[in-house]
Each structure stands twice: as structure tokens, then as C-alpha cells.
């Protein structure tokens, strides 16, 4: 068993509930939420009432590799297995955590050992050459960028037996962006009120997470990819009596994605309709129309312009060659777009 046993996360949660497997498991990389949750799943494994016994929780930068050994060489009481759970791994030095090698080379069957450097690479030559001898499994936890958000909504809902609109989704993805912990935060709270099966409609977001169904920069980028000043304007207006939940930096994020995405449906105006959705990372004919539309409403010159004017807001909206009001700033963006 030589091979490297690496597992997605929805994989290896999975694997958790049905009983592990293996008896070490190792979990690293960037995004700590995933490793959090992953923890949290192996501690559940240790009944409520046996917890004291066959669950160890230790800390690599307080307490020292023998000490660790030591507690996975003990033996379960009561019960099958115990869990012995290394939290904060990154924080220890490579040659300490190393010496975990010996136990990682000829490990307790009676025990689930899992390492967990969180958000960082893990570390330790010898260490990370017995899991992979082992064939024991190596869970990265990669950042989380807003291309990959479609999907991570998508996963989040459905593992909390929901179904996602569309707008929806992309709400979601505007408001909370590539904060994991919020995003799963409040679908579970929308897990909790609605029945199982349910859709997640704007509406629902709306009512119970706060985020306007028709004031949102979904909406905005709708508005523009018409021409709609009148319905844009007014979306502008609802940002700058609202600042606290519409900061101008997701807008900036927003309309540059957008009018990025049009730049490049313009060059690739041969490509077939799936091939341009394959291109811009976009999962439904909903979300793709904006596109189509505003391709019909500027043109390629146009679009450059407007990226230029993105970057020229971005730097004043830091102060830098100008000391107007960031909502001023916005709407004179708006503005400059609609008359490209």
C-alpha cells in the first residue's frame, strides 16, 4: 500500500460517518474551516458518555511526541477504538512533530490517530514518508477562490437536503463570498427553518438572511448588462443608504468579473454556448443570458474602457488621486459604464 490515499472532503466525511478505515489520517492545507469540520466529525465518533475515556484532544505546540505516542498506544475503553485528535500541528516544529514517524510507521489498530496542520502545508519528512507508505489518507484543504463558489454552495446545500436557485446561488456568492464558515453558517440556519427538500429561493435569503432579492450586485450587473440607468441608479442609491451590507469593494469584485467575462465572450464569440459557459465558470443558461445580453450592448472597445475605468475607481476608492466619498465615486462609475 503505497500509493497516497487522498480524498476530497465530501469523500472523506462520508468515510467518517459510515467508520473510518485507516487508523492515522492526516488533514492540512490553507482553508481551516474544512479541517475544523473534519475534527469536529472524528470527535463524533466517541460517544457522548465515553468521551472522558477514548477521546484525546491534544495541542502540538504544549505537549511532547512521546506523550502523544503514548496515548495512542493505550487501549480503548469500553468501546472499539479511541480517537486521539493533534490539533494545531503547524504551530510545532517540523523536527518535532517528525518524530510522530515511528508511530505513523507501526501504528495502534485500536486507535484513529488524526493529525491536523491547519491552515498550512503539513511538514515533517519522515512523518509525511510513513503516511504515504501507509497509504494512509492525505486530505488538502485548498483555498477557496470565487471561481470555486458556485460549487462550494452548491455542496454546502446539498448536504444540508436543500436545493439552491439559481439567483440564489449567485446572491450567496456576491454577499458572503469566500468566507466558508459564514456560508455554511446560514445554510444551516435556512437547513433548520425550512423542511427538508426545500428550495432556496431569493425570497427565503431575503426574509431570513438579509440580503435584498432585488438591491444586490446580481442585480446591479443585470441592470447594466441592459443599459437599465433607471433600475442601476436606483441599486446605487440602496448601496449608499446601506453601506455596512454592501461594502463598494464587492461591487468593484462584481462589475469586474462581469465585464472580464464579457471580454472574453467577445473573443470567443465562435465558440459554441457550452464552451463559452465551460469558459466563464458559469453552470446554468440563467446565469449565462447577462452575458449574451451584454455582449448585444458594448462592444469590445466599450468593454476595455470599462475595465479601465474599474481600475481608476479602485484607486481613488483608496484615496489615492482623489478624496471624494467612495458612493460618489461608485455612482460616477455607473455613470461612465452607462455611457461608454
Not at 466517541?46 to 505516542?69: G, Q
Not at 475607481?313 to 452607462?338: A, C, H, P
Request: net charge positive; hydrophobic share 40%.
Amino acid at each position: 500500500m503505497a500509493a497516497n490515499n487522498t480524498l476530497t472532503y465530501a469523500s472523506l466525511m462520508a468515510e467518517i460517518k459510515r467508520g473510518p478505515k485507516y487508523p492515522v489520517y492526516l488533514l492540512h492545507g490553507q482553508e481551516g474551516y474544512f479541517i475544523d469540520r473534519l475534527a469536529e466529525a472524528f470527535e463524533m465518533l466517541v460517544p457522548d458518555e465515553m468521551k472522558a475515556f477514548n477521546l484525546y484532544t491534544l495541542y502540538a505546540p504544549e505537549t511532547e511526541p512521546d506523550t502523544i505516542i503514548r496515548a495512542c498506544r493505550s487501549f480503548p475503553m469500553m468501546g472499539e477504538r479511541q480517537v486521539v485528535i493533534l490539533k494545531e500541528a503547524q504551530a510545532a516544529r517540523a523536527d518535532v512533530i517528525n518524530r510522530l514517524h515511528t508511530y505513523v510507521s507501526n501504528p495502534s489498530p485500536t486507535t484513529v490517530l488524526v493529525i491536523c496542520f491547519r491552515g498550512a502545508e503539513a511538514k515533517g519528512k519522515d512523518l509525511l514518508a510513513a503516511i504515504r507508505k501507509g497509504g494512509y489518507p492525505n486530505f488538502e484543504s485548498k483555498k477557496i477562490y470565487e471561481s470555486g463558489l458556485p460549487a462550494l454552495i452548491s455542496g454546502l446545500v446539498k448536504e444540508n437536503n436543500l436545493t439552491i436557485e439559481a439567483k440564489g446561488q449567485a446572491m450567496l456568492a456576491d454577499y458572503i463570498g469566500t468566507d466558508v464558515s459564514r456560508l455554511y453558517g446560514e445554510i444551516k440556519k435556512l437547513a433548520l427553518i425550512l423542511p427538508p427538500g426545500s428550495m432556496i429561493t431569493p425570497e427565503v435569503i431575503e426574509r431570513n438572511i438579509g440580503i435584498s432579492k432585488d438591491y444586490n450586485n446580481f442585480e446591479l450587473c443585470d441592470a447594466l448588462a441592459t443599459r437599465n440607468g433607471e433600475k442601476a441608479l436606483r441599486i446605487i442609491h440602496y448601496f449608499r443608504s446601506n453601506p455596512k451590507n454592501n461594502p463598494t469593494v464587492m461591487t468593484l469584485s462584481a462589475l469586474f468579473d462581469f465585464f472580464a467575462g464579457l471580454l472574453c465572450c467577445h473573443w470567443g464569440r465562435s465558440m459554441s454556448p457550452s464552451d463559452r459557459m465551460k469558459m466563464l465558470g458559469v453552470k446554468s443558461s440563467f446565469q449565462m443570458k447577462r452575458y449574451d445580453l451584454g455582449v448585444r450592448a458594448y462592444a469590445p472597445t466599450s468593454v476595455i474602457n470599462i475595465i479601465s475605468a474599474l481600475r481608476d475607481f479602485d484607486r481613488k476608492s483608496k484615496g489615492v488621486g482623489s478624496r471624494q466619498n467612495e458612493y460618489d465615486l461608485l455612482y460616477d462609475l455607473i455613470m461612465r459604464i452607462l455611457y461608454s
